[in-house]
């Protein structure tokens, strides 16, 4: 067996182990919609929408879908030190507190119009 053999079932491996992460690629997709919109209420929910450029650059290949995503972490895991698990998880993460600023916005909406 060539020494790249190896190499190259480790890439797919790696890459099947991706693809069976982003099962959630629809939840995925939707955090730039959601972190967006969650950035539209900064000041009630403490910066939720605020990111850097690779942390705005990331939202916005999720957006795109699990592939644009994944070629993003791979061809810029040395420059940026991403890891595409870490990635999903702070993805999900943000979504989840993007959600619960928006239900606490909404929440105090209500109590306000009353």
């Known amino acids: 067996m060539k020494p790249t053999a190896h190499l190259t079932r480790c890439n797919l491996a790696l890459a099947t182990a991706a693809a069976a992460t982003l ?5 995925v997709g939707h955090a730039a919609d959601t972190l ?7 000041a009630a929910c403490g910066g939720v929408g605020t990111f850097t450029s690779v942390q705005r650059t990331i939202v916005e290949k999720a957006a795109q879908g699990a592939v644009p995503l994944i070629q993003y972490v791979q061809r810029t ?4 030190q991403l890891d595409l698990a870490e990635t999903l998880a702070w993805l999900d993460e943000r979504r989840a507190l993007a959600a619960t600023c928006r239900t606490a916005v909404a929440s105090d909406a209500v109590v306000a119009a009353e």
């Open 23 to 27: 099962v959630l690629v629809p939840a």
């Open 36 to 42: 967006a919109a969650a950035g539209a209420t900064g």
């Open 77 to 80: 895991r040395m420059i940026h």
